[in-house]
């Protein structure tokens, strides 16, 4: 299929946050994401909760994203939806929404792999960024993945390294919960890392050969760390966060830039481009665009909208697969696991 102006509407209901994006080509004309402050008291996504929200959220998210594009409902080309991975409730949402607007404009369906999302979230035409050329490495830390993916084309992609238990995003926000701090955590230990000591405490990286990562020993670390100093010093979290903060998140760096820098001298690509929501980490970004100068890559990061979940990285998806005649038909069902 080929047409000059083409208008996608995208829908991302992964999670927790029910999003719609509307896209002219590879540009954004609009992305709206609604969040749930609801699971904040339960601190963490509660399934059922997440699914009754995207209900609520989905009708008045697509009529604002396309009131804020500027165009009406007929004017569309293309539907796009997270097909998955996700909670299986949440995805049902969107997945059943785009698929009855596909239906009912008669236009074509596109079921997009989310993690696909976030890598292709670089190749969205935003003034300032710049694109990755073929190949180079995706590395996507989020709060359920940990990848390096070696990506030749917009559709060859090969998942390199992984995580073999809980993902960077899943470290940050369980170390917050040890330290007392609100859901989600993550952002916060970067916030206290910024005036802490990152060499204040040690951690011991996990010794995991190859590209894959784990972290579940790390987490276990930091708790029994904490623990131990809490009976020498009932007040040793208050009287040290930020270089607990600072040291933690230090270690997490380390870890994932000893399998970047490893990957990079396996595969001799010295491009590297991060996505998902921990790419929003400063420390993380800091780390990455230190090897320009040190290393010699090239470093990709995309704007900080495009880097938690949104529907405007699932429009760049269904854009391409548009391009490509890759589209669906009505059987198409929401997973809740799916392969790159």
Known sequence: MAESTVFTLAIESSCDDTSAAVLQNDKVLSNVVAGQKIHEQYGGVVPELASRAHQQNIVPVVELALRNAGITKNQLNAVAFTQGPGLLGSLLV????AKSLSAALQIPLFAVHHMHGHILAHFIDEAGFDKPTFPFLAVTISGGHTQIVRVDSHFSMTVIGETTDDAVGEAFDKTAKILGLPYPGGP??????????????AFTKPKISGLDFSFSGLKTQILYFIRKKQVENPNF???????ICASVQQTII???MDKITLAVAETG?????????????SGIRKALKA??????????????EY????????????????????????NVVAKARIQM
């Open 94 to 97: 969107g997945s059943s929404f």
């Open 188 to 201: 916060l230990i970067d916030k206290y890392a910024a005036e802490g000591n990152s060499k204040a405490f």
């Open 237 to 243: 979290i208050e009287e040290h966060l930020a270089d």
């Open 254 to 256: 380390d870890i994932l």
């Open 269 to 281: 690509i010295t491009q590297v481009a991060i996505g998902g929501g921990v790419s929003a980490n």
């Open 291 to 304: 090897t320009e100068s040190e290393r010699g890559w090239k470093t990709y990061i995309p704007k900080f």
């Open 307 to 330: 880097t938690t979940d949104n529907a405007a990285m699932i429009g760049i998806v269904g854009y391409y697969q548009y391009l490509s005649d890759m589209q669906v038909n009505q």
